[in-house]
């Protein structure tokens, strides 16, 4: 089945434990990217990347990192989550850019206290 | 720079009824535009897109959205509402410029029974 799988899908930790949420997809694409969600925001990108050892900032980068070592895989790294990174966040794919259609994981609800 | 407005955050109808949510986005050139619905703790999921090509989009679940550009909208309508259609629905334009999506904010649709 075709799919963008993100995990842990709940989180609860505590400020400056450094955290990975990892993200896979298995339909060969070239663009992934990481979104975050917060009430009457709509979704902010976070980062992006075009394809393997391509990244780029988004719109809300700080606090973030990421890495594209392989197509499939692209995990977002908390280095020191502070409480502003509370959030729901989603990964996503397409198959080449931002004119195709992203396909989402099921998102991770992340809360730190 | 390319922007998005959903002019409502929220819209209620009753069953059987029409649904309008409006969309306006900015864009200094012919832009990709999409619409993705949320339905209440699920993912994302493409509703539909628009791309240069025919003016007047449909989508699934009976959706359609028709792209304006003297009025720079993209307003998201169907003849005739379901329950199963509250959920909240995001509007988004393609950047080209940078390979960023810039999402609206969202409309809640509300649908009363």
């Known amino acids: 089945e075709a799919q963008v799988t993100q995990n842990p899908r709940y989180l609860i930790t505590v400020t400056g434990k450094k955290l990975t949420v990892t993200c896979s997809q298995n339909?060969?694409?070239?663009?992934m990217s990481w979104y975050r969600q917060d009430p009457g925001l709509g979704l902010r990108q976070i980062y992006y990347?075009?394809?393997?050892?391509?990244?780029d900032k988004g719109d809300v980068p700080e606090g973030y990192k990421v890495s594209r070592k392989e197509k499939r895989n692209f995990p977002l790294i908390l280095e020191s989550p502070s409480p502003n990174q509370t959030s729901l966040y989603f990964c996503?794919?397409?198959?080449?850019?931002?004119?195709?259609?992203?396909?989402f994981g099921p998102g991770t609800r992340l809360t730190v206290t | 720079a390319q922007s998005v407005t959903q002019l409502d955050s929220h819209v209620s109808v009753s069953e059987g009824t029409p649904v309008l949510l409006r969309c306006n986005y900015s864009?200094?050139?012919?832009?990709?535009l999409f619409w993705y619905v949320q339905h209440p703790n699920k993912g994302l999921q493409l509703l539909l897109k628009?791309?240069?090509?025919a003016t007047l989009v449909k989508g699934i679940n009976g959706f359609e959205a028709e792209f304006k550009k003297s009025e720079t909208s993209f307003h998201l309508t169907k003849p005739s509402a379901h329950m199963s259609d509250a959920a909240e629905y995001f509007c988004?334009?393609?950047?080209?410029?940078?390979?960023?999506?810039?999402w609206g904010a969202g409309t809640k649709l509300i649908i009363k029974p």
């Open positions: 996503a794919s397409s198959l080449s850019g931002t004119d195709y259609e992203q396909y």
């Open positions: 339909m060969n694409h070239e663009y």
């Open positions: 990347s075009m394809n393997v050892e391509v990244t």
């Open positions: 864009s200094s050139y012919s832009p990709s």
């Open positions: 628009y791309t240069s090509a």
């Open positions: 988004v334009v393609s950047d080209r410029s940078n390979y960023q999506l810039i």
